[in-house]
């Protein structure tokens, strides 16, 4: 007599990510107590969405969900709510811009007017070539730094439209 | 500057995140001191009560105060958890201990480990602060490697592991319970209060939590002494603090200046007005905190309760300084839809309260206000304030009532001529 | 803390309370009204509507009262300026987004946010901007969707989180777009997924089959019992011109507290199914024809009587366990007043050798509530989640207060809490068992001694053991697969010694409604009303099968669908020459088979008792009329034990059945006692590909089978052959194939389907479904061809 392995989890943990992705994953949950594999569900997600070229897809959720032993209603819960997670695609370069008090009373207004009319897209947009997508976001703690956006993981700071074509130009 | 805390190493190194540097400058002296001498946790918890300092996140609560509510001795598990999801509109001080001097915050944070009994600490940064959060990992690697982080620290039998957390975009998680909930793989929805995180806090256990600032300041109020750090104040607001000021200035940038220091000083000090503007009004805490008037604080000095006073709050100590072309209407329409934003939807008078007062504000932006919007901001605004799970709710009030309080002629003006009054020009609304 | 109690004054009021308690509790408890969305008694405080504010001396904000704990000398006003102000604030709040589309939402007249508009909202809206609406979604046919109206109360998310253990709406997005819902298009399926529908406190979840059907003030409300389960929930029986309309859980802290299975809320709709029998039908050359009641009747009287003759044992009475205890009393009474002891409601179980050393009258030996209490359960052969829900719920809250739970199971069963499970074919389950015999050093005799001896006691085995040992509250439960096991006797015996050895008790898990009714009302062949054993023995429902008897009465059961054999029962009922049916339904299976067909007055339509598997008897009245001619069983029964001539059949009510029958068995109890030790030879195998056939929840009996809304759940899944992925290959067939199942010689066709839930060397093909109806027994050998 012996407990077998209960067969309704359907797949073998190994089965759900690739090797790289299981160990950054894994890295993250040996930071929390073990019956709280969950609170790596924030890292998990960004590590697919990175994987997945910026964006969650449903599948990639219950995915995660399954790695974590948690209901996929309670992923989607946590993706929806954050900010930084992507549930349409977006662009290679996804450029977040505040528009917050310190950005705006310093002008960001005419740095949005400017990513829009160069790029030809509206917050929420990809451009065409899938190379840039624009996202108005809060205040990011850069407001010494007013106005600014961030593309990728990389803060730019003292903006202006010159300043901006320069980074974007040096840019993949 | 003479007597700096969280900054002390800034100036003096190339380099103040790397270990050797901090450690140049007597960083994990007073941990080692701590550990090697077996001080006394209690001993730890009264100096920092005697210090005065008041946490930096925002509610002004006294450190030693909260330390002290944990029972050390109480088996099982306890959390030290550091809020960096600075997201304060205005703020970004935290921002540089992370980048400048991430040692200081983990020593603060083992000490404050080591006085309350607990092994677990988490660092919870906000998710956009990926270089902040590679910094910091570095540093974690660097102390883990030294000693300072891990089992038995320098062979005392007090074992320390911390570790960083990254958020994922969502103001609402800096308030300490939505944070709390967010590492435990949740939404951010804050909890109700009681029981307290010192009594249920992360994972059910007790916690203390405490701002990025507050925990830096740990090292050197220990090493200076309680006395010390409070007589760089003022009294009731103890030790210096960190302001982050932006706004129409000519060299914004985070100052650490004494508690009570003038604010006429400060503004000598990020160089006056911009493009040779007037000073218009001034937030003096965060974008939570009410406004108050320029000329009214060229006469205030920086310190909470100077502050309060005045009818404002020194809240995280992010000063936006507004110059005369700004539009009153058009800033609190975007303060107002930020809390729209950030409400995190669990407790109804946030989540409809805070929509609510946007679209009236934004309407009155929009040249489309009438007489009776500015009784009904007003009366949402009561309505709001003071009944929601968490302060997010109260932090969408104060701006309103703050605005209208100093500012209604500007409010009037938009609903009365469908444009603005000031040189920002008529906004949308005429179109 | 300390027993001691604190007082505190609400309005005046001096009350008194446990420190800590929270202040809505208090105050509920002493009827003071204060009002909420959020907070619900059963479960855990959110505190986020925010409109239980109330004042509280010398604090300057108003508190919720749903998470505020009291302590001594706390004055509270709920009514002051204060309170009002907030709580009118809060309700000015919900009501900015809220449709108001009151007139045609079915929650109109109970409704939570409209009651407690009507003291708190003001009638003119000061919001002028646009309302929020919410997309509609589709959550599967049992409950109607209207997020519009939600208030964002959570009663639902909490609900699946903490009571149906899993999670199936959440609470989505941030803000002023968070919606409630499931995310992505799909169903909720949680076998108690209508309760969502009580918690909601608008109209944002309602019932989808009773959608739109009455207006709440229209309906009538009746106490009434649920019929499926050996829960015997209580429940709310809502009524319009005579019909049903819907069905609530009524509140029963001890039983279903105020909780209902979505069985026993939706199945009421197959009491309007087509094919109810209006009319008594007789079968007349071949043909079946209606008929007045007193011809059918006769009819009926004549065929038994030539068909038995003077032999009673020629009669064989086969009875469903859904039938009240007035029905079934009068059964029994009726085939001994033939003559005939043959009479059993046992139509599921096939292994009757432990007849006349069995538990007299089994159950569960304990009340339903105590199995929150238990400290360790192994449950046998029992899909207690699907099977009796409200039992699961309690054992799952046992669990989560730190029971240890195992099952031994023929399949992989998909549980809501924490436990072990060994899965195996049949004939490993009782060598499973014997190896805890075995390794709780349990005593047994004869063949079974020779079985524990020949056990592996393996390490779980041992710690399975051991957690019994050290229970303080320790069950073995049999549940609804043990008593359809080819070897149910030798699991009893083996489990009964267990219990004895490791202190804890032997239970049942009884699975129809008045399981536990049919033995007090001598349903059985070797026992008579409350349970006494007979002189002379009857034949069980199995032999009543294998040696065919000339007359059949069937009561409340469908040859097809309620047997263990269906091919067994069919052919028994083709051979014999009368054949009497009392049935609610004129259904394909009886009309095949049958010589008369009898109406009889379905669920809600007839009173009677109950008696559920803790021993609750529970009686009820007739709500509706029955449809068409249908009249109630016990009637039935009563005029044709007068017309067969039969003493004691003028009783004038159900009571008086019930009064007769209470002078026999009022005061007997659940008696699970066996008295032997040992037990015959193993008749299930390891040889050969073996069926496992269970009885899916929503093919239990006759009326579930008709509740459309159920029958349209995933829950309800077609017939189908499923293996492992393993045994499929060894069988070398594919998933998607249409397979031949060949059983005992009958043979059916259907699809396969990849299932990791059974074992390898099995088959699980349910039973009780279309497609089914003409196989074998629920256990045993099978071959499967290609088709
Ligand atoms: C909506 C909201 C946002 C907050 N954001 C922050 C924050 O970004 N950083 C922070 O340290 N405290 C923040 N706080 C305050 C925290 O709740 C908490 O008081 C603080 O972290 C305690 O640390 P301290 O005592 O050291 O200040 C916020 C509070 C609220 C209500
Ligand atoms: S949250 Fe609200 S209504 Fe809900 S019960 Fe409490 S505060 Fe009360
Ligand atoms: S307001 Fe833009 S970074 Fe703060």
């Known amino acids: 007599m012996k407990i077998l392995n209960n067969p309704l989890q359907a797949r073998n943990k190994e089965e759900i990510f690739s090797e790289e992705i299981r160990q950054d994953i894994d890295c993250w949950i040996?930071?929390?107590?073990?019956?709280?594999?969950?609170?790596?569900?924030?890292?998990?997600?960004?590590?697919?969405?990175?994987?997945?070229?910026?964006?969650?897809?449903?599948?990639?959720?219950?995915?995660?969900?399954?790695?974590?032993?948690?209901?996929?209603?309670?992923?989607?819960?946590?993706?929806?709510?954050?900010?930084?997670?992507?549930?349409?695609?977006?662009?290679?370069?996804?450029?977040?811009?505040?528009?917050?008090?310190?950005?705006?009373?310093?002008?960001?207004?005419?740095?949005?007017?400017?990513?829009?009319?160069?790029?030809?897209?509206?917050?929420?947009?990809?451009?065409?070539?899938?190379?840039?997508?624009?996202?108005?976001?809060?205040?990011?703690?850069?407001?010494?730094?007013?106005?600014?956006?961030?593309?990728?993981?990389?803060?730019?700071?003292?903006?202006?439209?010159?300043?901006?074509?320069?980074?974007?130009?040096?840019?993949? | 500057m003479a007597n700096e805390v969280c900054f002390r190493t800034l100036e003096y190194l190339k380099q103040p995140w790397e270990l050797e540097e901090y450690k140049s400058r007597g960083g994990y002296e007073v941990l080692t001191h701590i550990l090697k001498n077996k001080v006394g946790p209690s001993e730890v918890v009264e100096t920092m009560k005697a210090s005065g300092l008041r946490g930096r996140g925002g509610a002004g609560f006294p450190t030693g105060l909260k330390w002290s509510f944990i029972s050390r001795n109480a088996p099982g598990q306890k959390y030290v958890v550091c809020n960096s999801d600075e997201g304060e509109p205005g703020t970004f001080k935290d921002r540089d201990i992370l980048r400048y001097n991430p040692h200081q915050l983990i020593e603060g944070m083992v000490i404050a480990g080591y006085a309350i009994g607990a092994t677990v600490g988490y660092n919870y940064i906000r998710g956009e602060f990926w270089?902040?959060?590679?910094?910091?990992?570095?540093?974690?690697?660097?102390?883990?490697?030294?000693?300072?982080?891990?089992?038995?620290?320098?062979?005392?039998?007090?074992?320390?592991?911390?570790?960083?957390?990254?958020?994922?975009?969502?103001?609402?998680?800096?308030?300490?319970?939505?944070?709390?909930?967010?590492?435990?793989?949740?939404?951010?929805?804050?909890?109700?209060?009681?029981?307290?995180?010192?009594?249920?806090?992360?994972?059910?256990?007790?916690?203390?939590?405490?701002?990025?600032?507050?925990?830096?300041?740990?090292?050197?109020?220990?090493?200076?002494?309680?006395?010390?750090?409070?007589?760089?104040?003022?009294?009731?607001?103890?030790?210096?603090?960190?302001?982050?000021?932006?706004?129409?200035?000519?060299?914004?940038?985070?100052?650490?200046?004494?508690?009570?220091?003038?604010?006429?000083?400060?503004?000598?000090?990020?160089?006056?007005?911009?493009?040779?503007?007037?000073?218009?009004?001034?937030?003096?805490?965060?974008?939570?905190?009410?406004?108050?008037?320029?000329?009214q604080m060229m006469d205030l000095t920086m310190d909470y309760d100077a502050i309060q006073k005045a009818g404002s709050m020194l809240g995280s100590g992010a000063i936006v300084i507004i110059d005369d072309q700004q539009c009153m209407v058009k800033m609190l329409d975007r303060m107002s839809y930020f809390y729209h934003e950030e409400s995190c939807g669990q407790c109804t008078p946030c989540r409809e309260g805070t929509g609510w007062l946007w679209r009236v504000v934004n309407r009155i932006e929009n040249g489309k206000g009438r007489q009776e919007d500015l009784d009904l901001l007003e009366s949402v605004c009561g309505k709001i304030?003071?009944?929601?799970?968490?302060?997010?709710?109260?932090?969408?009030?104060?701006?309103?009532?703050?605005?209208?309080?100093?500012?209604?002629?500007?409010?009037?003006?938009?609903?009365?001529?469908?444009?603005?009054?000031?040189?920002?020009?008529?906004?949308?609304?005429?179109? | 803390m300390t027993d001691e109690l604190v007082t505190i004054e609400v309005d005046g009021r001096e009350l008194k309370a446990k420190p800590g308690t929270m202040l809505i509790d208090v105050t509920d408890a002493a009827?003071?009204?204060?009002?909420?969305?959020?907070?619900?008694?059963?479960?855990?405080?959110?505190?986020?509507?925010?409109?239980?504010?109330?004042?509280?001396?010398?604090?300057?904000?108003?508190?919720?009262?749903?998470?505020?704990?009291?302590?001594?000398?706390?004055?509270?006003?709920?009514?002051?300026?204060?309170?009002?102000?907030?709580?009118?604030?809060?309700?000015?709040?919900?009501?900015?987004?809220?449709?108001?589309?009151?007139?045609?939402?079915?929650?109109?007249?109970?409704?939570?946010l409209q009651d407690v508009a009507v003291g708190y909202g003001s009638d003119v809206s000061r919001y002028s901007e646009a309302k929020r609406v919410v997309p509609q979604r589709d959550i599967g046919p049992l409950i109607a969707t209207d997020f519009t109206r939600c208030i964002h109360c959570t009663r639902c998310v909490r609900f699946g989180a903490e009571i149906a253990g899993v999670r199936e709406l959440g609470a989505t997005g941030r803000g002023e777009h968070m919606t409630i819902g499931t995310f992505v298009e799909k169903s909720v399926d949680s076998e108690m997924s209508g309760n969502v529908i009580d918690l909601c406190p608008v109209g944002s979840l309602t019932a989808k089959p009773s959608r739109y059907k009455a207006r709440a003030w229209e309906l009538t409300q009746h106490d009434s019992v649920a019929p499926h389960d050996s829960v015997g929930s209580n429940i709310h029986v809502h009524t319009r011109n005579?019909?049903?309309?819907?069905?609530?859980?009524?509140?029963?802290?001890?039983?279903?507290?105020?909780?209902?299975?979505?069985?026993?809320?939706?199945?009421?709709?197959?009491?309007?199914?087509?094919?109810?029998?209006?009319?008594?039908?007789?079968?007349?050359?071949?043909?079946?024809?209606?008929?007045?009641?007193?011809?059918?009747?006769?009819?009926?009287?004549?065929?038994?009587?030539?068909?038995?003759?003077?032999?009673?044992?020629?009669?064989?009475?086969?009875?469903?366990?859904?039938?009240?205890?007035?029905?079934?009393?009068?059964?029994?009474?009726?085939?001994?007043?033939?003559?005939?002891?043959?009479?059993?409601?046992?139509?599921?179980?096939?292994?009757?050798?432990?007849?006349?050393?069995?538990?007299?009258?089994?159950g569960l030996g304990i009340t339903i509530q105590g199995i929150e209490s238990l400290d360790a359960a192994l449950l046998v052969g029992s899909n207690v989640r699907k099977e009796q829900p409200i039992i699961a719920h309690r054992l799952r809250k046992a669990a989560k207060s730190g029971a240890k739970v195992s099952f031994i199971n023929p399949l992989w069963i998909d549980l809501h809490f924490e436990a072990d499970q060994f899965v195996s074919t049949p004939a490993v389950m009782v060598d499973n068992l014997a190896s805890i015999a075995k390794a709780a050093s349990a005593k047994l005799t004869g063949n079974l001694a020779k079985l524990v001896k020949a056990a592996e006691v393996s390490e779980t085995a041992k710690s399975v053991a051991e957690q019994l040992k050290s229970a303080n509250n320790g069950v073995i439960m049999l549940g609804n697969q043990a008593a359809a096991h080819p070897d149910y006797s030798l699991l009893v015996v083996l489990a009964s010694a267990i219990a004895e050895a490791t202190n804890t008790s032997l239970s049942y898990i009884p699975a129809l409604s008045n399981s536990v009714g049919a033995a007090l009302a001598g349903a059985l062949p070797h026992r008579g009303p409350a349970a006494s054993l007979v002189e002379k023995c009857g034949a069980n429902a199995q032999m009543m099968q294998?040696?065919?008897?000339?007359?059949?009465?069937?009561?409340?059961?469908?040859?097809?669908?309620?047997?263990?054999?269906?091919?067994?029962?069919?052919?028994?009922?083709?051979?014999?020459?009368?054949?009497?049916?009392?049935?609610?339904?004129?259904?394909?299976?009886?009309?095949?088979?049958?010589?008369?067909?009898?109406?009889?007055?379905?669920?809600?339509?007839?009173?009677?008792?109950?008696?559920?598997?803790?021993?609750?008897?529970?009686?009820?009245?007739?709500?509706?009329?029955?449809?068409?001619d249908a009249r109630p069983a016990w009637k039935v029964l009563r005029v044709l034990g007068n017309l067969l001539d039969i003493d004691g059949f003028d009783q004038n009510s159900s009571d008086d059945v019930l009064e007769e029958l209470k002078s026999h068995a009022a005061e007997t109890a659940i008696d699970n006692s066996v008295s032997t030790k040992t037990a015959g030879e193993l008749n299930s195998s390891t040889e050969g590909l073996y069926r496992i056939g269970d009885v899916p929840m929503y093919a239990s009996d006759a009326l579930v089978r008709r509740a459309s809304s159920l029958q349209r759940t995933n829950s309800a899944e077609p017939a189908a052959v499923r293996l492992s992925a393993n045994q499929a290959k060894s069988s070398d067939v594919e998933e998607e194939e249409t397979l031949v199942v060949v059983q005992d010689g009958n043979r059916a066709q259907l699809p396969l389907i990849i299932d990791p839930r059974v074992p390898d060397g099995a088959v699980w093909i349910s039973s009780a479904l279309p497609g089914t109806e003409k196989l074998g027994g629920q256990f045993g050998v099978v071959t499967l061809e290609k088709a």
């Not at chain 1, 974590?68 to 309670?74: A, F, G, R």
């Not at chain 2, 490697?145 to 074992?159: E, H, K, T, V």
């Not at chain 3, 050393?357 to 089994?362: A, F």
């Not at chain 3, 065919?548 to 040859?559: D, I, N, V």
Request: aromatic fraction near 8%.
């Open chain 1, 30 to 172: 040996a930071k929390y107590p073990p019956e709280w594999k969950q609170s790596a569900v924030m890292a998990a997600l960004r590590i697919m969405q990175d994987d997945n070229g910026g964006w969650l897809t449903t599948e990639l959720m219950d995915d995660v969900a399954e790695y974590l032993d948690m209901s996929p209603i309670h992923v989607y819960e946590v993706a929806t709510f954050y900010s930084m997670y992507e549930l349409k695609p977006v662009g290679k370069h996804k450029i977040c811009i505040c528009t917050n008090i310190a950005c705006m009373i310093n002008d960001s207004d005419s740095i949005v007017k400017h990513l829009k009319k160069k790029l030809e897209i509206g917050f929420g947009e990809v451009t065409e070539d899938g190379r840039f997508s624009l996202k108005e976001v809060e205040c990011l703690g850069a407001c010494g730094g007013a106005p600014m956006f961030q593309i990728g993981r990389k803060y730019y700071e003292n903006l202006t439209p010159q300043v901006v074509d320069s980074i974007l130009d040096g840019l993949e």
């Open chain 2, 131 to 295: 270089e902040e959060y590679e910094r910091f990992e570095a540093a974690l690697e660097q102390a883990r490697a030294a000693g300072f982080l891990g089992d038995n620290l320098l062979g005392s039998g007090f074992d320390f592991q911390l570790h960083s957390h990254l958020g994922g975009g969502a103001y609402v998680c800096g308030e300490e319970t939505a944070l709390l909930e967010s590492i435990e793989g949740k939404k951010g929805q804050p909890r109700f209060k009681p029981p307290f995180p010192a009594h249920f806090g992360l994972y059910g256990r007790p916690t203390i939590i405490n701002n990025t600032e507050s925990l830096s300041s740990v090292p050197v109020i220990l090493k200076e002494g309680g006395e010390w750090f409070k007589e760089l104040g003022v009294e009731n607001s103890g030790g210096s603090k960190l302001f982050s000021i932006s706004g129409n200035i000519n060299n914004p940038g985070v100052f650490e200046v004494p508690l009570g220091t003038p604010f006429s000083e400060l503004f000598e000090l990020v160089g006056g007005m911009k493009d040779g503007r007037k000073l218009k009004a001034v937030i003096p805490g965060g974008c939570s905190s009410p406004v108050i008037p320029g000329e």
């Open chain 2, 385 to 431: 304030a003071g009944r929601t799970v968490c302060a997010l709710g109260d932090a969408a009030a104060m701006p309103v009532r703050g605005m209208l309080k100093y500012f209604q002629e500007e409010f009037q003006y938009h609903i009365d001529h469908k444009r603005c009054m000031v040189g920002a020009g008529p906004t949308k609304g005429l179109g």
């Open chain 3, 31 to 112: 009827g003071i009204n204060i009002p909420r969305f959020c907070y619900h008694k059963k479960l855990s405080v959110s505190a986020n509507c925010r409109m239980c504010l109330v004042e509280v001396e010398k604090v300057p904000k108003p508190l919720p009262a749903c998470c505020t704990p009291v302590n001594e000398g706390m004055k509270v006003s709920t009514r002051s300026p204060m309170a009002l102000g907030a709580q009118k604030g809060t309700m000015e709040f919900l009501l900015i987004n809220h449709p108001l589309d009151c007139p045609i939402c079915d929650q109109g007249g109970e409704c939570e």
């Open chain 3, 242 to 362: 005579n019909r049903v309309v819907r069905v609530h859980p009524k509140e029963n802290e001890s039983i279903n507290e105020i909780w209902l299975s979505d069985r026993d809320r939706f199945s009421y709709e197959g009491l309007n199914s087509e094919d109810r029998l209006t009319q008594p039908m007789v079968r007349k050359n071949g043909e079946w024809q209606e008929v007045e009641w007193q011809e059918a009747l006769e009819f009926a009287v004549k065929g038994l009587q030539s068909a038995a003759g003077s032999d009673g044992d020629q009669l064989a009475t086969l009875v469903s366990a859904n039938s009240t205890l007035e029905e079934l009393y009068l059964a029994q009474k009726l085939t001994r007043g033939m003559d005939s002891g043959n009479i059993d409601h046992r139509l599921r179980q096939s292994d009757f050798r432990l007849d006349g050393n069995d538990s007299p009258v089994p």
């Open chain 3, 546 to 628: 294998s040696k065919p008897r000339k007359a059949y009465l069937l009561m409340g059961a469908e040859p097809g669908f309620d047997f263990w054999d269906p091919s067994l029962i069919n052919s028994a009922l083709d051979q014999a020459e009368c054949v009497v049916a009392l049935t609610a339904y004129h259904s394909e299976s009886l009309a095949s088979c049958a010589d008369v067909m009898l109406p009889i007055a379905g669920f809600a339509e007839t009173s009677g008792t109950l008696v559920n598997a803790e021993g609750t008897w529970q009686s009820f009245n007739g709500l509706v009329k029955p449809q068409g």
